[in-house]
């Protein structure tokens, strides 16, 4: 069963950036589209974006668009999150998700996550 | 893109049966059959309980169920038990090709 790690996560200062990572086990990493969840301490979740199995499409919340960048490395199984222009409602657990088949709308596969925080 | 709306809280006994709702718009749940519902107990990553409405994919008790009329969606646990106590969020896909969450529920067995 395909495992998912992120990693990268820390506290940085308001405008700063960061890159989250996803490691995924497994050689079917490549037949999915991988997605970033958020979730601030103590609320609820909320999708943030998605990529399709080449990296040719990509998708983003409202809340991103502009800063946060998503890609992938099918090479080396591995998910990406560039965070820029970061801010104090960036603040939270971000989880690395898949739906675990190909074509799947749902979140079937989830990481431990890893916490951002911004804060001076 | 606003959250999907669903009640903060349930609460139900041990056995009963407790329905959790989730209401979106023609954008997102009324217009596609790619609703997902996660259990999430407190430190821990979400669970997938339901997808596509009503599937349940392999280990999920069919304790849980799911629907959808209209820009609604449910959410069904019967024979609630103490391990069911968690938050619960529904998902959809949308018309703008992402992803929107619920605000959340938080399920009580008492």
């Known amino acids: 069963e395909v495992q998912l790690v992120e990693s990268g996560g820390g506290l940085v200062q308001p405008g700063g950036s960061l890159r989250l990572s996803c490691a995924a086990s497994?050689?079917?990493?490549?037949?999915?589209?991988m997605h970033w969840v958020r979730q601030a301490p103590g609320k609820g979740l909320v999708w943030v974006s998605r990529i399709n199995t080449d990296g040719s499409t990509t998708n983003y919340a409202d809340s991103v668009k502009g800063r946060f960048t998503i890609s992938r490395d099918n090479a080396k199984n591995t998910l990406y999150l560039q965070m820029n222009s970061l801010r104090a409602e960036d603040t939270a657990v971000y989880y690395c998700a898949s739906p675990g088949v190909r074509d799947g709308y749902n979140f079937d596969l989830w990481g431990r996550g890893t916490l951002v925080t911004v804060s001076s | 893109q606003s959250a999907l709306t669903q009640p903060a809280s349930v609460s139900g006994s041990p056995g009963q049966s407790i329905t959790i709702s989730c209401t979106g718009t023609s954008s997102d749940v009324g217009d596609y059959n790619y609703v997902s519902w996660y259990q999430q107990h407190p430190g821990k990553a979400p669970k997938l309980m339901i997808y596509d409405v009503s599937k349940r994919p392999s280990g999920v008790s069919n304790r849980f169920s799911g629907s959808k009329s209209g820009n609604t969606a449910s959410l069904t646990i019967s024979g609630l038990q103490a391990e069911d106590e968690a938050d619960y969020y529904c998902s959809s896909y949308t018309s703008s090709s992402t992803y929107v969450f619920g605000t959340g529920t938080k399920v009580t067995v008492l």
């Open positions: 497994g050689s079917t990493f490549s037949s999915y589209w």
